[in-house]
Antibody, heavy 117, light 108 residues
């Protein structure tokens, strides 16, 4: 079955970076897109960007002004989202999700990233 | 960027009642590229509806979606206890892929 399994919770200090992983299995990965979406406490879902595992193409939300980088490790079937120059406003749950034909049909369990001095 | 506005913010209903949730977009969506998700506390969102009106795999038929252009609706015909949650709409026709702010369906 389709599974997206994310790495565990992280705590970082302001100014640091964090890298969250999302291991995909159970489907034909080459025909999908992996998205990253975050949710700050009590806030709406916020789309961050996507990567196409088949060719490595990426697209990002301009809101993050180049602070986020999404990569794909083909050998590990794992997507990574790295966010740099963290501030307290980046404290959120970060989700990866699969797209095959538009909507996000499978989601990872989420990774809590806490930014605190 | 397409802005999605959901209403109401919170609706209080009893099990068995009908829920009608609205999502308005700031620009007309091409090919009705609109999805609805359900999110319960501590869980990831779950896809309910895509293409404005198509139910995702395994979604009960009490959930239905309608609309086109800039006005979309999610209807839950008869609320079950497990339906009390937050519902988000999302457009996936253009980048960035934006979400509404959510509607909370709470038990009255």
């Amino acid at each position: 079955q389709v599974q997206l399994v994310q790495s565990g919770a992280e705590v970082r200090k302001p100014g640091a970076s964090v890298k969250v992983s999302c291991k995909a299995s159970g489907y034909s990965i080459g025909k999908s897109v992996i998205h990253w979406v975050r949710q700050a406490p009590g806030q709406r879902l916020e789309w961050m960007g996507w990567i196409t595992p088949g060719n490595g193409n990426t697209r990002y939300s301009q809101r993050f002004q180049g602070r986020d980088t999404i990569t794909w490790d083909r050998s590990a079937s794992t997507a990574y989202m790295e966010l740099s120059s963290l501030t307290s406003e980046d404290t959120a749950i970060y989700f990866c999700a699969r797209e095959v034909l538009g909507p996000l049909d499978y989601w990872g369990q989420g990774t809590l990233v806490t930014v605190s001095s | 960027e397409i802005v999605l506005t959901q209403s109401p913010g919170t609706v209080s209903l009893s099990p068995g009642e009908r829920a009608t949730l609205s999502c308005r977009t700031s620009q007309s969506l091409s090919s009705s590229y609109l999805a609805w998700y359900q999110q319960k506390p501590g869980q990831a969102p779950r896809l309910l509806i895509y293409g404005a009106s198509s139910r995702a795999t395994g979604i009960p038929d009490r959930f239905s979606g309608s609309g086109s252009g800039t006005d979309f609706t999610l209807t839950i015909s008869s609320l079950e206890p497990e339906d009390f949650a937050v519902y988000y709409c999302q457009q996936y026709g253009s980048s960035p892929r934006t979400f509404g702010q959510g509607t909370k369906v709470e038990i009255k």
